[in-house]
């Protein structure tokens, strides 16, 4: 089993940024994407951007050209920069890793951006 855990969320100004990690408890061999996925109280689980193993990325429209994912091998981490965050972008931030056996869920990051 492998666990996940977020940090780096926080209360942050609008126009602010934010780096999210989320440190895995081992190496994931085989992995076929790492994710951030958002959770705000009026709405679905949402994908926010997707790493492939090439190093190809995908994010969803209304967070592209503010938000970037990566990751460090070496440390077993995943990241998620999040710049000129608005209060639309509040919501509890969650890592996902995928495999064609599992799927591993953090335990969620709060973002909270103020006005």
């Known amino acids: 089993q492998v666990q996940l855990v977020e940090s780096g969320g926080g209360l942050v100004q609008s126009g602010g940024s934010l780096r999210l990690s989320c440190a895995a408890s081992?190496?994931?061999?085989?992995?076929?994407?790492m994710a951030w996925y958002r959770q705000s109280p009026e709405k679905t689980r949402e994908l926010v951007a997707r790493l492939f193993p090439s190093g190809s990325t995908d994010y969803v429209d209304i967070i592209k050209g503010r938000f970037t994912i990566s990751r460090d091998s070496g440390k077993n981490e995943l990241y998620l920069q999040m710049n000129n965050l608005n209060p639309g972008d509040t919501a509890v931030y969650y890592c996902n890793i995928y495999t064609a056996a599992n799927e591993f869920w953090g335990q969620g990051t709060q973002v909270t951006v103020s006005t």
């Open positions: 081992r190496e994931i061999i085989g992995w076929l994407t």
